[in-house]
């Protein structure tokens, strides 16, 4: 009986959707999309196409902009510059109201004064639908184009909503009454209700535990399914966005770092920071001996990517689960450091040739047994190393050069004198940092720190917007300050090239 | 716990000690004078305030609150509207402005503004009912937008944000979101303009005219020409002190209504 009522409620909100088919046109198109708040860009030429029924996720960590992109496309932030067009229509100086998407807040934000039906009717009430021609004959709707719904029409639509998020008795109740559940459940349904052509969600599980968040998860992707209605759904949950999405969008520091199904993003990541970012995963430095061969941890490995340079030094992403133990034909030999049950399977920590390693395995090894590693072809995902060392075109003042307008001393000034033009190159492993930022010689705010298996990489803003990545065995929290320390023989003083040339680095 | 209990006894004494005293004593006494003639327990007093006129003089009081304290709906609201809405650095200053004549005596406002009131006016000008209703709106005005501002600055925006996402345009959002919302403080205010203003003395005397005798003069009045027989006087005080506690009772009970914590109490 609840079963069949949940269908016909479907087929009535799903009404002005169903006769578009999935996937064939773009719903929402973001051109160069840019935010600048108080002199920080948040969102940062931003550039996307988001297809008519797709459940669209926009993934990151808290401050990557995905938040601002949704408040934008929803209108309750005017872009710095760019555009945003829904079905082709440019509607960047539309004001929410007039758009036709619908929002679940992450709060939920439900007027406190109105109880549960008569915040689900809030939108209803507001609608005007066109008449029809039986209807303008009327003297009622006598030559009106439009009009507003019914009651009858408007408690038909709310129950109905009701009933689709499985909560058909609550009309009468107050919303502060309802638990936090039930709350996003009316969130949602006061957004549906309205047979929006795109739903905004903005972390709407964030205030949820952990199973009632798995439950209006499947619950989402099952309204998803049937009403057809395009998602647009924001989380910082990479689990979360894996699970439920057709499409997933990376993001960082404002910036799209990848678009793709969550197979794409998981199995080919872009960057080291995707791989990161989205599941677990060994991330080794390596280098590209020819198409197909790549060298990490002193071995040779088969891989499948190509069209990288001869001896180009690149990221290995490895997933824990690609990682086979095994005694035959092992490619490398770790010892087990730590075992820890997951419920289905074992989180193991592996030493092997100095390197850390996550694998899953379905079997429990005791810390200290020795065991073979093997890494299939596919299993081996070859990613371009963003940067190899801190390099700055600055001058020789004195004894020191000018980094981010700091004197840093320098041991060997290699002829260079007062005045002169030179470049800087300082190692990644080669700088400090300091928890109190008074002993560095310049402070800094830690931007971001990916684990490589046996140091973190860090990229830290120094204080006037220099940015200095750190190779460090500590682990810092992103927006930590630090103090950043160099020592004089670490900086390395070279002419300035007259061309820039690729220096190949060779063992 | 029992030396903690013995403690808060400790401290609260003094205060108790001065309850007494101060509130609860001549409380006692206001009721022993209301209701004991020279010949024992009665009614001649309270007959005596429905027979002599006192209780036109109370609903006129009432009336005159009443329009107060709707004209300071009126004005207040606006101007709390745009102080809560505005961004601009100055808001907190314009209210600290609006405010600023709070910290003035009484009197001394009250006769300033006869003073303003002549030279705006002409020296000729009769005092009445519309002097002592400028002068009662520009005294307590501060009383109805500060509360007012208080709740329109908690209705969080995310509210306003949902309703623009749910179609309504501006004018909509405020009458069905941030009006409704808002109406505790407007009780509030309500509540803090009235009740002053229906007991008020010192502006019905200087602003006023006979014809706009008020409750709190008739209450001076009856003290001041009976010496040492205070039957007729504590009436009033208590009736007066009936009414406010009534509309206190009043508005508390449409705040529940409302089914929103807000304003000042």
Redesign the interface.
């Known amino acids: 009986m609840g079963q069949l009522m949940k269908e016909a409620t479907i087929t009535q909100i799903r009404g002005a959707n169903s006769n578009s088919k999935k996937g064939l046109e773009k719903i929402i198109e973001l051109k160069n999309l840019v935010k600048v708040f108080d002199k920080e860009t948040v969102v940062d030429n931003v550039n996307l196409s988001i297809r008519k029924g797709d459940f669209v996720t926009l993934l990151g960590p808290s401050g990557c902009g995905k938040t601002t992109i949704l408040r934008m496309i929803a209108g309750f932030e005017t872009p710095t510059s760019g555009t945003i067009l829904i079905e082709g229509k440019d509607i960047t100086a539309v004001p929410p109201y007039k758009r036709n998407i619908n929002t679940v807040f992450q709060k939920y934000a439900l007027f406190p004064h109105l109880n549960v039906f008569n915040n689900i009717a809030f939108g209803l009430k507001l609608k005007r639908i066109p008449t029809t021609d039986a209807e303008r004959a009327t003297k009622k709707y006598k030559n009106m184009e439009t009009r507003l719904l019914t009651n009858a029409e408007i408690k038909q639509k709310v129950n109905d909503a009701l009933k689709l998020v499985n909560l058909a008795d609550y009309g009468h109740r107050d919303v502060e009454s309802l638990s936090g559940g039930q709350q996003q459940r009316i969130a949602i349904a006061r957004a549906l209700v309205n047979e929006p052509r795109v739903l905004l969600l903005d972390e709407p599980l964030g205030a949820l535990d952990l199973k009632m968040r798995k439950e209006m998860q499947a619950e989402l992707r099952r309204m998803h399914r049937e009403l057809g209605i395009t998602f647009i759904y924001v989380t910082h949950d990479q689990e979360e966005a894996l699970t439920m999405s057709d499409v997933i969008v990376v993001m960082r520091d404002g910036v799209v770092q990848q678009v793709g199904s969550p197979k794409q993003i998981y199995d080919e990541p872009v960057n080291a920071y995707v791989a990161d970012f989205v599941g677990e995963s060994n991330i080794i430095p390596g280098k590209m001996l020819a198409d197909l061969r790549v060298k990490f941890l002193d071995r040779e490995f088969v891989c499948v990517d190509k069209g990288f340079d001869k001896n180009e030094p690149v990221d290995v992403v490895i997933r824990p689960e690609d990682i086979e133990i095994t005694d035959t034909g092992a490619q490398l030999s770790g010892e087990v450091i730590s075992s820890v049950f997951k419920g289905t399977y074992y989180d193991l920590t592996v030493i092997a040739n100095n390197y850390e390693f996550y694998v899953k395995s379905y079997k429990d090894y005791e810390s200290g047994a020795k065991i073979g590693l093997k890494i299939e072809p596919n299993g081996i995902h070859i990613m371009e190393r963003e940067s190899l060392i801190n390099e700055y075109r600055t001058s020789v003042s004195g004894d020191s050069v000018l980094i981010g307008g700091k004197e840093f001393t320098v041991a060997n000034l290699n002829g260079f004198e007062n005045g002169d033009e030179v470049i800087a190159k300082i190692e990644f492993s080669a700088v400090e940092l300091t928890d109190d930022e008074e002993n560095g010689i310049v402070g800094g705010n830690i931007a971001s720190s990916i684990y490589k298996g046996t140091y973190y990489q860090v990229k830290v803003w120094m204080d006037n917007d220099t940015a200095l990545v750190v190779d460090t065995p500590d682990e810092w929290d992103d927006n930590d300050r630090v103090g950043i320390l160099i020592k004089p023989e670490n900086i390395t003083l070279s002419p300035v090239p007259q061309k820039e040339d690729d220096a190949d680095e060779d063992e | 716990m029992k030396t903690n209990n013995r403690a808060r006894i400790f401290f609260a004494i003094p205060f108790v000690v001065f309850l007494i005293m101060f509130v609860l004593f001549p409380l006692l006494l206001l009721f022993y004078f209301a209701f004991f003639s020279g010949d024992g327990f009665s009614f001649e007093y309270v007959k005596n305030f429905f027979t002599d006129g006192s209780l036109q003089i109370l609903l006129n009081s009432i009336i005159i609150a009443l329009i107060t304290a709707v004209i300071c709906i009126a004005l207040g609201y606006p101007v709390a509207y745009i102080l809560a809405q505005s961004k601009a650095k100055s808001a907190p200053i314009i209210l600290m402005l609006l405010i600023a004549p709070m910290w003035v005596n009484g009197l001394l406002r009250a006769f300033a503004t006869k003073q303003l009131l002549y030279a705006v006016l002409g020296s000729n000008l009769q005092t009445g009912m519309g002097t002592l209703i400028i002068g009662l709106v520009l005294d307590f005005l501060p009383f109805m937008i500060m509360p007012i501002y208080t709740v329109l600055k908690n209705v ?1 925006s ?2 306003r ?10 004018s ?2 405020f009458a ?2 941030t009006l ?2 808002s109406i505790p403080g407007v009780i509030s205010g309500f509540l803090m303009v009235f009740t002053p203003a229906v007991s008020t003395y010192y502006l019905s005397e200087y602003l006023g005219s006979s014809k706009t005798y008020m409750i709190g003069q008739q209450l001076n009045d009856v003290f001041n020409a009976s010496f040492g027989k205070y039957g007729r006087g504590s009436v009033i005080a208590i009736i007066l002190l009936l009414v406010v506690a009534m509309s206190v009772m009043a508005t508390n009970r449409l705040s529940k209504i ?3 914590r807000g304003g000042l109490w």
Not at chain 2, 161 to 170: I, M, N, T, V, W
């Open positions: 969080s995310k509210y944000e949902a309703s623009a996402d749910l179609g309504a345009s501006p909509q959002t069905s979101v409704p919302l409302g089914n929103q």
